[in-house]
Nanobody
Framework: QVQLVDSGGRLVQAGASLRLSCEVF????????VAWFRQAPGMEREFVAG????????YYAVSVKGRFTMSKYDTENTFYLQMTSLKPADTAMYSC????????????????WGQGTQVTVSS
């Protein structure tokens, strides 16, 4: 069984930076991919960023590329989403997910999900 714990979300002003964390517990084999998704009220879940489970090859949604960076803490099963130049449009519940496929932006391809952490960006 795999469990994910998301954290780091809070209220910030536009232009601020924030780092989200995703800790993965349990048997991580054969997980291959990790991703962050977000969902705003009344909107569909949206892919934000993804990475190989070993921390290689991050990829991003167009809306966040150049502002967000996804990485892995080398010695722990912890993944980060560093967010800079935050905008009110980034306001959403952010959740990380892991799965047996890497490189996909489809939430249905991920097997385990964190509980989510709320990011609110005020103007």
């Amino acid at each position: 069984q795999v469990q994910l714990v998301d954290s780091g979300g809070r209220l910030v002003q536009a232009g601020a930076s924030l780092r989200l964390s995703c800790e993965v517990f349990g048997d991580t084999w054969p997980l291959l991919g990790v991703a962050w998704f977000r969902q705003a009220p009344g909107m569909e879940r949206e892919f934000v960023a993804g990475i190989e489970y070993n921390g290689d090859s991050p990829y991003y949604a167009v809306s966040v590329k150049g502002r967000f960076t996804m990485s892995k803490y080398d010695t722990e099963n912890t993944f980060y989403l560093q967010m800079t130049s935050l905008k009110p449009a980034d306001t959403a519940m952010y959740s990380c997910a892991v799965g047996r496929i890497w490189g996909t932006r489809e939430p249905d391809n991920y097997d385990y999900w964190g509980q989510g952490t709320q990011v609110t960006v005020s103007s």
